[in-house]
Structures are given as structure tokens and as C-alpha cells.
């Protein structure tokens, strides 16, 4: 973006502002724009922004506010974010105030996910935080009337070397800003860096702790209400009547609102709009849908995987190779339906009058739920403002708009501000569901033990389908065979299909990792088949799968064998693999890939079994993610992907019967309780000096740990997603 000279000087007196703009997901450009008013008091955040995700301004009192525009959710990116740029800044950290960008025009589209925050990020915020850096020099040495090359940057001081002169940034931020700024300015190395690589606190975490901090759920308006929805489970089902005279009866229940798909009930108060959400007695018309069930969703996939789908990876004459192999082995692999259960259910506060809509959001997609709410209420998107709140937890359930779309309609019905809050219930039976999957593995293997073929049909009801205009289940949705498609494995023959089905009765959409979660699965339970087909060891049977170190090249983009094959040598190393485990405990390994998130990771898991039943005692991963920025941050990152991967390895699964999912709350899909957590041992590899991606990418690999660890302790192979007790007794 060009900026003319005149429009950056027009907001000098509120001191030098520096953005950055992020299309979603990944970092495009930095830009550069100016806030029109004077700087706030000291203590006040400034009253102009900047336009994009991500930005800067100094202060005359030295403060330095940086904007997020992606959503914190417990990762870190309210401080991962403001240390890259801090860094390139030479910024006093104790001076950085941290501000959530709202959906204003400046911050650009706003999208959380994909494990990209950091990863997208890191370039324009370097590039954004040198510039300051530089326009702060510019206007320290023309004051100083020296050159710039004789100053330097310490802890938000300009430095003049030979004179020991030094000026404050908050000092020169009214010059700065009539500095020209650079275009492409050198930036830090690794060995320059101050705040990159800390571990510097989470900035939060106080007022988390405090119990100050606003979630979604805490946010309090004048004239309140709040309001409970009483939905119908299955996709398009048809609302044909109801009768609310029990629910109006409850103390605390004001009125009722229908909505083209459900029953909003409004209270004073939360329990009292719950009360009489289960008091109302309402009439469904569930539509063909209803019909479908686990069992028939399933046999349509194992249908589809018998035969040939869209082609997403071939190379060799995989046909041939399977055919002339000394032997042949072929499995089928199954994960269920899965709910998100994040610890704070789905829940918007939303205002409309005079043609607006404010809403207050714990959202992974703002710029989705101002589009929404935009089309929901027929106005236009500059209409409605998202402000972003904490939210208790996302693993891609709050990139979908549903609960904003809600808040909207009830309060333009009411004309007052309301909270839409879901209960538990709702919440599970409700929810945008991880697609189930089978896959139908096959390959072949020559007389000297080495893999010569290898072909893996994977059938899914991807989210893609729900898009009806743009769907053709004819061409490859190439979502499905991530994880899939880029197995980074030396084989000389592969062939990847994929297929998918359409007219689900509930909602599918994207669960923390994606699909490479199922299709790494399937992939590291396979490969242990094959080492064992193979005689060889797990470890070493991988290992040599992975030789070499030029990279693949598909014709789709290249694969780096080395990298995951050194991830995956460390963490045989850290967890004593080849030694043996204490007694009545066995290992597994696994190592799998995030492509898109460049990051590259090895487990192994060592399990027992106590009353017929297994348990994990101990998770070792190392991850090869690049340049790490916040290392506590970033393991806390790592344990909780592995955590979450646990959980869906155990007892976690959605079945559907007439349509409608069948569990509720955590009694009936668990998750990991504290005293079933194993010691988890993290260790970052040294890797590019870029990073990549962490909050999804350990999730791949717990699931095959534990299921190749229970087969080298039971001699029991397993195939199916969730480990139930059903598995290892009888």
C-alpha cells in the first residue's frame, strides 16, 4: 500500500502508529496508516486505531500499545504476537500495552486458525517493529545532527554512542512520525533478538487469574437480558409450533421469541432462561434426514472406499507394484464424529438500534460473524462491530457464526441488548461436528523388506459439502487428503483418493488439526503394520522410510523426509527407545507432519494395561516448529495438544441415531481427567529460523502412539477410533 506524505503527517500529534495487515491466514503486506486525534492520557488506551490485524503506536508518555487481530483462546497469541514485534522494536516490554483489535475497516479481515497466528504473522510484525525502530533513529539522529548509522536502540531508548546522548521513545514519537519510513528494512538476526526465544509471561494471565478478565460469557450491558434457544438437532428441520404458557410461568422468564429455527426464551437471568427453555413444549417437523443413523453414514463410506475416488497424489504404477510385491497388506481404519466441548460454551451479547449491531464475540472469525450477522439483519457489514472477548477455548468450534447470527436476530426482536448463552447440552448436541472417517489402506512389499506400493482411499462428509452452490463431490476436496496426500514416506508408488457424501443430519465442521489428525491415524497405525509384516522394528522400519535428504517433489509442492526423519531419531533417543520400558509397559511410536504449518512431529507413547484396561504413563514428543518465540507459551501448547489428543483416543465419540446426535455433556463424552493425564516430556528441535505452526500439530501423533504401544504390549491390533474398555476385555 502507498501512502501520501500529507495523509501520514495529518495525525502527527498523536504520535508514530505503525501497522500491519494480515489477509487470513497468512501475513500478505505490512502497511502503514495514522490515527486522526490526539493521544490519550497516560493509562488510556489511544482512541484512533490503525488498520489491520496487528499494530504499534508510541505514546509522548512512553507507552507503547500494540493491537492483536487474532483471538485469544489460551494459546498465547495476545503475548507471542506484541514479542515479536517488541522485539524488532527494541521496545521496554514492561511498557507494551496489548489491545484487542475489534472489526473496524482498518484491521482487515480477522481469522484465527490453521495454527497460523504466529506463523502468518511473523514478517509484518518484524517488518512493522523495524520501521518504528528506524523512523525513531531517523528522529533522534536529525534532532542530534548526526547520522542515523551512529545511533542504536536499547529497551525504547534512542542511543547516541559517542556523546552518551539518549532520548526516550516516547520522546521522539511526535518527530517519528515526519520520518520517511523503509520500505524493506533490515531486520534483527537470531543472535540480536531480546525478547524472541523468552519466556516471558503470559500478559493475561493476572487478570486471568484475578478473575478480571472479560470472556464472552462475563460481558454485561445496561438494560440486559439473557436468552436460551430451544433448537431442533437435525440440519433443517421445520419449526411447526409451540406452546411457551409452562415457560412463562418461571420466575425470571420475561417473553419468548421465535426465530426461523428455534424458540429464543428471555430471563432476567440465566437459570431462569434455561428453566424455561426445558419447559417448552415445542413441535418438530425433523424432515428425511431423521432417517440417517451412525450405521448407515458408515456403511456409505465403507462403500465408497471399495471404490476408485478423486485422484489427489499418483505417482509410479502403484496398480502393478501392489500386484508383483512379495506381500500384500491392505486395512481399514475408522474415526468417529467428534463434539469440541470447549470449557466455555457457545454464547454472543448483541445490541442493534438505529440500523447498527454491536456484538461482544469470543470468536475465532470475527470477519465471518460481521458477514452473517450483516446478512442476517439485511444491512450492511460496516453496520455491524465484532469486538473480540477471551474466549474459554476454540479448537475451531467458534469459527463458525451460529451463536453471533442468534444474539443478533433475538435483540433486534427485543430492542434491548441480550446474552445468548448455550447450555452444555446444547452445546454438544448442537455443535459443528468433526467429520468421521474410513480409510482403506493397501500396500506391498518386496522379498527384501521394503515398501514398493502404497495406496489410501479416504471417504469423509467434509464441511465442503454443506456448501451446495459450490460443491461437486465429482472433483477432489483436497481438505480430506491433508495429512493424506503429503506423506512424506520414500515409496516409489502412491496413490492418494478421496471421496466424500453430502445430506448429513447434523452439522460437520473443523476440529483442532483437521483432517490430518485422521489421516495421520490411519497412516502411523499402517506403517506398524508394515514393519511388522516386514519384521522389522517400529523405529527403524520408519527411519528408513525416510532416508535421505533431498526433498519429494510431488508436483504440488515439496516434502522434507529429513526434517520429520530427525524429529523422529530424537525422539527415540529421549524416550529410550531400544531399552526396555519398565515392566508390564510396552512403546509406540509415531511421526507425523502439519504441512500447511510447516511443523514436523515424533511421539512415542509407553502404556500398560491395569484391569484390562489401557493406560498412558508416559508421552515424549519432540517438534521441529522453527524458530520457537515464547518457549513456556509453547510448550503449554504442545501438552494441551497432546492432552486433547488423548481424550479423543479414549471414549470420545458422537453417534447418531434418527438423525440426532445421541451424547449430551461430559458424563458421555469425557475428556481427560487429572489423574489420567502421563507425564508428558515436550522437546523442541532445532529447525528452520522461520517459525511454524504449534497448536495442532502434536494432536496427529498421540492416538498412534497409544494404539502401536498397545499392540507391542498385547499383540492386539486396533483399528477404530475411540480405544473403548470393550477393546481389551472379554
Not at 525416510?546 to 523426509?561: C, N, R, S, V, W
Request: glycine share 10%.
Amino acid at each position: 500500500m502507498s501512502i501520501a506524505r500529507r495523509e501520514f503527517l495529518a495525525g502527527g500529534a498523536a504520535g508514530l502508529l505503525v501497522g500491519v495487515f494480515f489477509n487470513a491466514p497468512l501475513a500478505r503486506a505490512a502497511q502503514l496508516a495514522v490515527p486522526g486525534s490526539a493521544t490519550p492520557a497516560a493509562g488510556d488506551p489511544p482512541t484512533q486505531a490503525w488498520a489491520p490485524n496487528a499494530w504499534v503506536q508510541v505514546a509522548p508518555n512512553g507507552d507503547i500499545y500494540i493491537w492483536v487481530g487474532k483471538s485469544e483462546m489460551g494459546q498465547g497469541v495476545r503475548t507471542a504476537l506484541p514479542q515479536i514485534l517488541a522485539d524488532e522494536m527494541d521496545a521496554d516490554w514492561s511498557r507494551v500495552r496489548v489491545e484487542q483489535a475489534p472489526t473496524l475497516p482498518k484491521f482487515g479481515p480477522m481469522g484465527t486458525g490453521g495454527s497460523t497466528s504466529v506463523m502468518g504473522s511473523w514478517d509484518p510484525l518484524r517488518k512493522a517493529g523495524a520501521q518504528a525502530r528506524l523512523a525513531l533513529i531517523g528522529a533522534a539522529a536529525q534532532r542530534w545532527r548526526v547520522k542515523p548509522g551512529e545511533c542504536s536502540t536499547f529497551n525504547s531508548y534512542v542511543i547516541h554512542s559517542a556523546s552518551g546522548k539518549r532520548l526516550s521513545y516516547g520522546e521522539l514519537a511526535e518527530e517519528a512520525a515526519r520520518q520517511p519510513l523503509e520500505e524493506s528494512p533490515a531486520l534483527k538476526g537470531a543472535a540480536q533478538r531480546t525478547l524472541v526465544g523468552k519466556s516471558l509471561d503470559r500478559v493475561d494471565g493476572p487478570a486471568i487469574v484475578a478473575g478480571k478478565a472479560q470472556y464472552g460469557i462475563d460481558v454485561r450491558r445496561p438494560n440486559m437480558v439473557f436468552a436460551a434457544l430451544e433448537r431442533w438437532p437435525v440440519v433443517e428441520a421445520e419449526l411447526l409450533s409451540y406452546n411457551d404458557s409452562a415457560a412463562r410461568r418461571i420466575p425470571g422468564v420475561l417473553q419468548t421469541v421465535k426465530l426461523p429455527h428455534a424458540v429464543a426464551v428471555i430471563a432476567t437471568n440465566t437459570w431462569a432462561a434455561f428453566e424455561g427453555q426445558r419447559a417448552l413444549k415445542v413441535r418438530w417437523n425433523p424432515g428425511p434426514r431423521a432417517l440417517q443413523s451412525t450405521g448407515s453414514i458408515f456403511a456409505l463410506m465403507h462403500q465408497s472406499v471399495r471404490q476408485p475416488g478423486n485422484v489427489a497424489r499418483d505417482e509410479g504404477n502403484e496398480e502393478g507394484a501392489f500386484q508383483a510385491a512379495s506381500k500384500k497388506v491392505e486395512a481399514v481404519y475408522e474415526t468417529p464424529f467428534l463434539a469440541h466441548v470447549a470449557m466455555e460454551p457457545m454464547n454472543c451479547t448483541a445490541e442493534v438500534s438505529n440500523g447498527h449491531c454491536t456484538l461482544w464475540a469470543p470468536t475465532q472469525n470475527p470477519t465471518r460473524v460481521q458477514m452473517d450477522v450483516a446478512k442476517a439483519l439485511d444491512i450492511s457489514p460496516d453496520k455491524v462491530l465484532v469486538n473480540v472477548t477471551l474466549m474459554g477455548g476454540g479448537f475451531g468450534r467458534r469459527l463458525e457464526s451460529d451463536y453471533g447470527v442468534e444474539a443478533a436476530l433475538v435483540a433486534r426482536a427485543l430492542g434491548r441488548p441480550v446474552q445468548v448463552i448455550w447450555t452444555r447440552e446444547d452445546d454438544v448436541r448442537h455443535d459443528a461436528f468433526r467429520p468421521p472417517t474410513v480409510h482403506a489402506l493397501r500396500a506391498g512389499i518386496d522379498g527384501s523388506g521394503q515398501v514398493v506400493s502404497w495406496r489410501h482411499r479416504v471417504s469423509s462428509p467434509t464441511p465442503a459439502a454443506q456448501d451446495k452452490k459450490h460443491f461437486d463431490a465429482r472433483k477432489l476436496e483436497g481438505s480430506v487428503v491433508d495429512g493424506a496426500s503429503d506423506v512424506h514416506y520414500r515409496i516409489p508408488a502412491i496413490r492418494i483418493e478421496q471421496s466424500t457424501h453430502e445430506d448429513l443430519p447434523v452439522r460437520v465442521g473443523w476440529l483442532r488439526g483437521v483432517y490430518p489428525n485422521q489421516n495421520g491415524f490411519a497412516n502411523e497405525v499402517f506403517v506398524d503394520e508394515l514393519a511388522a509384516a516386514a519384521g522389522q522394528d517400529p523405529f527403524e522400519f520408519r527411519r528408513g522410510l525416510l532416508a535421505g535428504d533431498e526433498p519429494i517433489d510431488t508436483g504440488h509442492g515439496k516434502l522434507y523426509p529429513a526434517r520429520l526423519r530427525r524429529v523422529l531419531e530424537l525422539a527415540a533417543e529421549r524416550a529410550g527407545w531400544g531399552t526396555p520400558p519398565p515392566k508390564g509397559r510396552a512403546r509406540g511410536i509415531s511421526c507425523t507432519v502439519l504441512d500447511w504449518a510447516h511443523t514436523y512431529v515424533s511421539q512415542v507413547a509407553e502404556v500398560s494395561l491395569e484391569n484390562q484396561l489401557p493406560r498412558v504413563h508416559r508421552i515424549v514428543a519432540v517438534i521441529d516448529c522453527g524458530t520457537v518465540v515464547n518457549p513456556e507459551l509453547a510448550r503449554m501448547q504442545a501438552e494441551s495438544a497432546i492432552i486433547f489428543g488423548l481424550s479423543m483416543t479414549f471414549d470420545q465419540a458422537v453417534t447418531i441415531r434418527n438423525g440426532e446426535p445421541q451424547q449430551h455433556n461430559f458424563y458421555d463424552f469425557p475428556v481427560l481427567r487429572m489423574p489420567q493425564a502421563p507425564l508428558i516430556e515436550i522437546h523442541f528441535a532445532p529447525g528452520s529460523d522461520r517459525p511454524g505452526g504449534l497448536g495442532e500439530p502434536p494432536v496427529a501423533g498421540v492416538s498412534p502412539a497409544v494404539f502401536n504401544a498397545l499392540f507391542a504390549l498385547t499383540g492386539k491390533r486396533l483399528r477404530r477410533l475411540p480405544i473403548t474398555a470393550e477393546d481389551f476385555q472379554g
